[in-house]
């Protein structure tokens, strides 16, 4: 005799959904009345967000060859950009370098990296993951080696709001369990941007790295070819009208790949940056519900009148 | 090839083997390497360690290496551990069996060793309910006539006693001769055959005359088998170890492959040339934007020159990249599936069968898909949608029919007043009826004796000939005892001419102690009996009779039987004894000699016996066919009895619903004709509305099968219903080889010895465990009970198997592809360099965790109740069109995943842009969109839920946030973090639920 259990049977009580049309029909009505409300508080903190954009990779390079420019040591790479706030800006106004087609995520760029060794003091010989910007000529280990910390982004902004110096604030713009436990607090670096090219920004030695926060920053590698990275806050409003001009120091070579550079200025909503995408797709899947539960039940009520 | 073993000779011991058994697939020492090579030879399993030993090359990997290892080492050491533990339970058994003491004769004297010790030629001595330790040739038992009761159930599963008589020259030989014999036995090389033992023996001086003795399979006892109802016996080891008869029938049968196993292999296949191409496409495009466009990239900082290697390097990675493709928990799935679908089978009270208390049982785990797509069952009749519970129920006798009145002769009073009128006919046919057969009455303390006997058939007979007070009361060896109205009467039995599939009859040869006149009794199949009456003897009352008797459904015998001449006998036994001790073609010569002796009969009578239908046949066969299943009916019975058995069961219609066409004829040109003529009426009316079936008896088709193969598999493809009768057991096969040979799937179901080959054949072997002992059973991938029970075994098992592996696997391959295909889309925006974007440990969780635990639980899901599905057995055709897992649902499913991952990939990286594009957080958010999507196609998917679903799947769902909270929880790791400040973030909530709405559209 075979055990009987109601699971050896298969008999367990199961609850079996049937999908009838007056189901389907409100299925789709309550997406819609759910989706359509948070679409539109969406799209409303997204417009709430303030942001400016200006791109100064071409304006800021006087000359045709903007390559030899940029490579250039000894040319003045001064800048100055103005810009004319539309709407008030309440602090703190984020800071951003948004640069597009760099490939940050390129397999062998993002793995160009020891994250032991930014941690650990005594692991700064494990370079072995740097390649090509492991060791010097004369095999000492550089560090931060790899790629990622070599290339670092070097332009540099000076704000001033209607004539005014305006302190920009780099404190805190990295992710703070970054500097509490992915770099180390007892770790300088050391023949960094030693070598015979020179990728980007170079790092003052007397900083432990926990406290290199643009470099922190530039380290948590972007998944996308278009990205921006935190470069300070400014913490005072800014009033409509007002003008803002910026001195770049344009230091970041972008135009050897036909990438490009801009200054983002932005405030945030409980949604992050300016980013309409959510709000229409919620708006679009919304009023798609609705429209085809109100499709559905014209159809259901003239087939149940054409069927009786 | 021959062997020849001495008898109690030393010298000549070594030449064979020992008696170790040995069942043992691996030793200690192979083990590891003879199964990692089996492993290998799987297809997949190459692939993966291929994959698995390209991830070392720290250049090309897009994850850790661990990712492919971890799972691949799981799965083998999982399949590795359950062969070593089977291994491990077979030594235990076999050194069970190889320690367990026995008595042989060693130098004139009895010794108590061990049976591993034994070796051919010595002389084993065993008791009453012993085992036989090795394949023996009997010299001597207890029982003054040399004879010996054994069981062989654990040989062919036939649970009555045989019996087993020693070879005449080593009759009346005392104990203490026995310890001294010496001689030789010539037979056959080990083979497997249970039923034949061509050899003989010559005894050395000075105990018989230098005399060769032929020996049969009735003169050994095999191994395996049990001595019962004898005190004693003893035999000459011949065959030990592995090369006892029982040994090398040992063996492991092919795995059959299901259609379901073939499509998914074919899919897989597919997928894996699709694989190559993604590779070769984005490999090539990869170098192309790497030489064109990475070396303005001065971050990438790419050197000039490199080495002719590097071109491969891009490819390669895509390679790692798309390596998932082939999902590793799928085997794994598979196989945890079916061993539940059987379970199931197993456990399951509706068909267990109370009456013989046997549950069913699913010996082949992993076939049960299969039942849901049979599209041909090929039945057995007799004891499969018979009861095989013979009543002998009319009789006619010298042209006189009883029984007709009441239905059962053994009430009618004109019998009886016969019987007791001594009428000599009755008296003839009632005698050969108890006495023509090779049943053994067995007399309990209590005075009342009861039959063993091998066919149920001759069980009938001796027990109404009992009751009608011709009692067989004993069987010692040669001499039969008779009890007729308080008078007893010996015989002495002098040969057994044995019953064959081929001469479809049997006789015996007995003397009357008194009288000493020989008689041949005779009894048979009416064709192969009626034939051999004397000349001038009136037959036709016997042929209408034994139309009648098969009208209505029984099973008739002709009984015939002659006086013999002491002249003929003798001239005749030499011949026959010749013939017996022939080596080879023995089965042949010995038909060749019994023909001499069987003629010029003096028919007697013809009986009838009753097989009743078993319970539920007609309503089952109705329901399968309803569900679009064809049946043939192979039997072994006359044409009249099939087609009668077949109207009453609903397989064929009578006039003018249905028609039977006949095949038939003696000669190549008449059957010829014959298939064509039947051929040409399917062909014109197959359209219409009428069930045709068509009827073919084995002579004709041993010449269709032989000639006209192209004609009858057309036939066969357009007749629903066959009825094959006086077919054999090869005959059966050949016709299952035949309909697979169209690419049908064939169901064969069966009871007996007979129906073993065929059930070995089709894809789907059935046993009914009934009374023609477990060898059908046993060589079957399902056994059942009874008949009826196949009803639920193909509408409920096979149905929902079907259903669930269909869901499932192409649900492995869905979700694979999902993330592979994320994998390539992201690669479009990261230089097409092969970059991850998943973590290794991310990767490897969802495949063999995340996405293989909840759909486990498809084993639960119903579509529809199992009463709905045998309501509507029509719902069956979809499963036997394989319409839920075709090349065609599959690419549905391809379809869907690369629209899902282009869903899933899109909204992320809108979502996730601009400031938020951070490479774990974006990683993490696409493969949660990806989880999130998994569970509600798993719910979409499945159409009834219990608790464990509802468990599984989002038990799972909680177990990935609850997880990945705790790997962020750990500094080291790369998503140190993440899960929480994703879990803060209102927008990541609102990105997964729009990712799971677009699912629908």
Redesign the interface.
Known sequence: ????SKF???E??????LLTPEIVIAAFAL?GAL?VP?GLA?LHASRQVVELVHRYDASCVPVDDKVGFIQNSRTDKTCTVTMTVPKYMKSPI?V?Y?IDG?????????RSRS?KQL?YKSAAHLTSDCV??GDTADHAPIVPCG?VA??LFNDTYTVRVNGVVTQVNKKDIA?K?DKN??FGKNIYPSNFQKGRLI??ATLNESIPLSEQEDLIVWM???????????YGRIEKDINANDNVTVVIQNNY?TY???GSKALVLSTAS????K?N??GI??LT?GG??LSLAMGFLVLYMVKRRYVS | MKRFVYINDESYQNDYCDNQISNTKYTLWNFLPKNLWEQFRRFMNQYFLLIACLQLWSLIT?VNPASTWGPLIVIFAVSATKEAWDDYNRYISDKQANEKKVWIVKNGARKHIQAQDIRVGNIVWIRENEEVPCDLVLTGTSEPQGICHVETAALDGEIDLKTRVIPTTCIGLDSEQLHKIKGVIECPIPDKDIRRFDANIRLFPPFIDNDICPLTINNTLLQSCYLRNTEWACGVAVYTGNETKLGMSRGVPEPKLTAMDAMIDKLTGAIFLFQLAVVVVLGSAGNVWKDT??R????????DDEPWYQILVIPL?FELLCSIMIPISIKVSLDFVKSMYA??I?????I?DQET?T?AHAANTAISEDLGQVEYILTDKTGTLTENKMIFRRCCIAGTLYGNESGDALKDIELLNAVADNSPHVIKFLTVMALCNTVIPIKSPSGTISYKAQSQDEDALVNAASNLHVVLVSKNGNNAEIHFNRRVIQYEILDILEFTSDRKRMSIVISDSQSGKIFLLSKGADEAILPLAYCGQQIKTFVDAVDKYAQLGLRTLCLGWRELSLEEYLEWSRLFKEANSALVDREWKVAEVCQKLEHTLDILGISAIEDRLQDGVPETIEILRQSGINFWMLTGDKQSTAIQIALLCNLISSEPKGQLLYINGKTEDEVARSLERVLLTMRITSSEPKELAFVVDGWALEIILTRYKEAFTELAVLSKTAICCRVTPSQKAQLVKLLKSCDYRTLAIGDGGNDVRMIQQAHIGVGISGREGLQAARAADYSIGKFRFLKRLILVHGR?SYNRTAFLSQYSFYKSLLICFIQIL?SF???I???S?FNSVSLMAYNVFYTSIPVLTTV?D?DLSEKTVTQNPEILLYCQAGRLLNPSTFAGWFGRSLYHAIVVFL?T???????????????MVALSGSIWLQAFVVTLEM???????FLAIWGNFAAFYVINLCISTI??A?M??IMFRLCR???YW??M??SI??MF?
Request: overall charge neutral; charged content about 20%.
């Open positions: 005799m075979p055990a009987y050896t049977q298969q367990l009580p199961a609850c079996k959904p997406i989706f948070i969406s984020h951003y948004l760099f490939y940050q995520n390129h397999r062998r760029y993002v994250d941690r090509p910007e790629l070599w290339s992710w369990s436990n992915k990728g980007g948590r590698t972007a998944a996308l070819p278009t990205f921006r990275k935190l070579n050897s790949f036909g409980w949604i992050g940056g980013n995408f959510i797709a919620y899947i798609l519900c | 897009p466009e990475a303005k990239q001065w971050y990438v900082k790419y050197d990675r379970k199931f197993d456990w399951d009270e509706e267990y208390d549950p929902y992201f925006v990261s230089g360099a092969g970059t974007l639960l119903k909204i990286i809108h979502a996730y842009a601009n400031e938020k594009s951070e490479m774990e957080e974006l990683s159409s009834s839920f219990t608790f464990l679903q500094p080291t790369g140190y973090t973030q209102p927008s609102i990105t639920l729009v709405t677009i559209f």
